[in-house]
């Protein structure tokens, strides 16, 4: 067993990697051999950048910028003055080898990560040490580069897989699946497998150090289950379940082409939630209709660096070429609290509720000011709308659009080309919502963030298990609070969208029809299913379910009549056990 880190099931061979850690020697110098030493390092160094580069340009052939950025972020580390100066000075000073000089610098590079407690920073340690690990590696001579790629639909094992080792397997576009004893499920491992559809188990302990080259073996990577050499009714059983999967989903994709319009003829555009350009053709494939809300602040989490203006132009000028005509919201950085670009982590008591999103944003201009330029630039290439998160008030909206305008004439007055798009803010903070009559009046859109909202209006934490049981999407106060938000945008005329993990679930499609929703943003693969009921639905019958939900009182009624709702108008349709909603978001 293992963490579920992508979903689907695959039954193949293994293709174990090893990626175990080499054994560092250790070994004192003789004062005339710490002037060579410290020239092996050097070239140990410039012969694991030459290697990086080429797996860079193999890799830009047909990944994406989060891989290539990745492999820079590694070639950025291997040139980094701490890592370099601290394993030189102690080649020079201590005189001990370059092997060991590169693990002791590396050891102290990642003691000043560890006492950062999240995944993120955890997943960050992982990057030093594989940089550590090639320079060791180049040390040793022992840097294989050309390896035999693995076989059509091959499982691949491994103790751990680096970014580059992920994105070069999936190079060949034939990874049964992937299963490593360590990671989580922000692994880059999980992220990019999730991205392109390919299931993937993390965190299974030790697996690697028992497959053997060509052992049977099956992942379920919505589960989490790994089985080596699965007995023949284990295969054949998994091998059932597989077919039923696609069946499913070929079925579901029959409509991927069709619009989602309900029976009584209220279209609603079922968009992406994406965190890469990578999730683009997925999200096509699905049927997604553009991109609902482009969560930005991933691009500036996987590095150590800033992104300046360029990148930021180039890289939403691509996610919104590989789009047009389709819109395309992309959200400014939701930054703050625990999502800090590394180095720039501020300590916060309760980082949910502290200088976060616009807030963020507005107080960092030389984080917001490149990133602002860089989609005014790109707005010219395609149907850009762009949103601010955790809006608490018509001032925030005020200064971040007037910066925006700023920002604008300053790039037409450089003789830059330039358009001003469609503004929207997330709906997330109960203050906002209470505004809604008065923001709808400032901005072209609303985007609901029911994960946010939830937690700030019933005051549970998003992450913490024992009040999850409160987070409950039909409570009174949330529905209340989504019907003044939907029925404000309606009098301004201006259309809603939501956002968070409520809209993907299929299980609430009658109450967002009720509540005139125009737009349910969400992971790709949840489109075919939502817009199957979207089609079967008709709109008028969820406004009557949700006036009748607006006289009950308590979750337990409310839920308990949207059950028997969707159970009589879709029998079957449904798991019987369909989740009232997501658990935490
Ligand atoms: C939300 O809060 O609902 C949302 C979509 O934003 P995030 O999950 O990124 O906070
Ligand atoms: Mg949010």
Redesign the pocket.
């Known amino acids: 067993m293992g963490l579920a880190a992508s979903p689907g099931i695959a039954v193949g061979k293994a293709w174990p990697i090893d990626r175990r850690r080499l054994k560092t020697p250790r070994a004192r110098l003789e004062p005339g051999q710490v002037g060579p030493e410290v020239e092996r390092f050097r070239a140990a160094i410039e012969a694991a950048d030459a290697q990086l580069a080429e797996v860079r340009e193999k890799a830009a052939a047909v990944e994406g910028a989060e891989h290539l950025a990745i492999i820079d972020m590694h070639r950025l580390m291997l040139k980094d003055e701490m890592l370099v100066n601290e394993a030189q000075r102690l080649i020079q000073t201590e005189c001990v080898n370059a092997e060991w000089a590169v693990r002791r610098a590396i050891r102290k590079i990642k003691g000043a990560f560890s006492e950062l407690a999240d995944e993120y920073f955890k997943e960050r340690r992982a990057d030093i040490d594989y940089v550590g690990e090639r320079i060791v590696k180049n040390l040793l001579g022992q840097a294989t580069e050309v390896e035999e790629p693995p076989p059509d639909g091959a499982i691949i094992v491994s103790h751990d897989l680096s970014p580059a080792d992920t994105a070069l397997l999936l190079h060949e576009r034939s990874v049964g699946a992937f299963v490593t004893d360590v990671g989580t499920r922000t692994s880059h491992t999980a992220i990019v497998a999730r991205a392109l559809e390919v299931p993937a188990v993390v965190g299974t302990g030790r697996l690697s150090a028992l497959a053997v080259r060509g052992d049977w073996i099956v992942v379920d990577g919505s589960r989490g289950v790994v089985i080596l050499n699965p007995s023949a009714a284990e295969r054949a059983d998994y091998e059932a379940a597989r077919r039923r999967q696609l069946e499913h989903e070929r079925a579901l994709l029959a409509t991927r082409d069709l619009p989602a319009t309900t029976q009584d003829g209220v279209t609603v555009q079922l968009v992406g939630n994406i965190e890469f350009a990578e999730e683009i053709p997925n999200l096509l494939a699905h049927g997604g209709a553009g991109v609902g809300l482009y969560r930005t602040e991933f691009l500036y989490l996987a590095r150590q660096d800033l992104p300046d203006e360029e990148e930021h132009y180039r890289t939403y000028r691509r996610v919104l070429e590989a789009l047009a005509p389709r819109p395309v919201t992309i959200r400014t950085f939701?930054l703050g609290g625990d999502k800090l670009p590394v180095g720039a982590k501020a300590e916060a008591e309760n980082p949910a509720m502290g200088l976060r999103g616009l807030r963020y944003c507005l107080r960092n201009l030389e984080i917001f000011r490149p990133q602002l330029r860089g989609m005014l630039r790109a707005s010219v290439h395609g149907n850009l709308r762009v949103m601010f998160?955790?809006v608490s008030g018509a001032a925030e909206v005020r200064a971040a659009k007037r910066l925006l305008n700023e920002l604008c004439d300053e790039l037409r007055r450089e003789g830059v080309e330039a358009r001003v798009p469609s503004v929207g803010i997330?709906v997330?903070v109960p203050a906002a919502a209470q505004l809604a009559d008065r923001l709808a009046k400032e901005v072209d859109f609303f985007s609901i963030?029911t994960?946010?909202l939830i937690q700030y209006t019933m005051a549970i934490d998003r992450q913490n298990k024992d009040v999850a049981y409160l987070y409950r999407p039909l409570h009174l106060s949330v529905l209340r609070t989504l019907k003044f938000v939907c029925d404000s945008a309606r009098a301004a005329g201006i259309p809603v969208s939501m956002c968070?993990e409520m809209a993907g679930e299929p299980f609430f499609v009658l109450v967002l029809l009720g509540l005139g929703i125009h737009e349910l943003s969400m992971n790709g693969p949840s489109i075919p299913l939502v817009k199957r009921v979207v089609r079967e639905a008709r709109a008028s019958d969820g406004q009557a379910l949700l006036a009748r939900l607006l006289e009950l009182t308590t979750a337990g009624e409310i839920e308990a009549e949207v059950k028997s709702e969707m159970a009589r108008r879709f029998p079957g349709l449904l798991d019987s056990d369909a989740s009232i909603g997501p658990a935490g978001g």
């Open positions: 939701d998160p955790m997330m997330e963030g994960n946010d968070g």
